[in-house]
């Protein structure tokens, strides 16, 4: 009895680490991201972040935050491999991350206006490669 | 006599360039109240608060060839880390 209890336990442990574990493979945007992305409070910028379209509020500025840190680190780590600066590598991810919006979400287009993307294509810095 | 004639002219001879002069007088102040707001306009600068945010680009060491270099690079971290993107 005490023995298959342990093995229970066990077998509940490793599910859960294995639940950690495959977790960051499939992982998809936080609900509170997604909602303020598709509701166009927040948008994508041309320099690679995210930014606040409408009011701020503390909640926005911290979700906002918490995904620019999380992508500078990324953009460090990446563009230190490539060997180009940093704002490089933001910049071009920038380009590409405007490309994928889809249609009703923000973005930033040159002059610093924020459009509401349509199915044509996105207003893009100068710099960015043609699609 | 004479005498009568300078000191009272009929009219009053001393009145004649006080009545000018005070015309001219007036007609100056109004010219001045006239001018005032004018001159205050002129002394002003409108600013007006752009309801956009001013962005100012100093990414002057971006090479061109570098962003289009990475374009697929960038694409594959955005697919690697969906979560932030």
Known sequence: MKTTKCIAAAGAVSLLALGILAAPAQAQRDPAYAAARSSGEIGEKMDGYLGIVGTETPELRRLVNDINIKRRAVYAQKSQEEQVTLDEYALATGCQLILKTVPGEKYQAPGGVWETRTSAPPKRDPRCPPA | ?85
């Open chain 2, 1 to 85: 006599m004479n005498h009568s004639k300078l000191t009272a002219p009929p009219g009053g001879v001393t009145d004649a360039p006080m009545q000018s002069r005070r015309t001219c007088d007036r007609a100056r102040w109004r010219f001045g109240w006239a001018i005032a707001p004018i001159a205050m306009l002129g002394g002003c600068i409108n600013l007006t608060a752009p309801d956009q945010p001013i962005v100012i680009e100093l990414n002057i060491n971006i090479r061109q060839e570098v962003i289009y270099m990475l374009a697929d690079e960038a694409a594959e971290t955005i697919e690697e880390n969906a979560d932030i993107f």
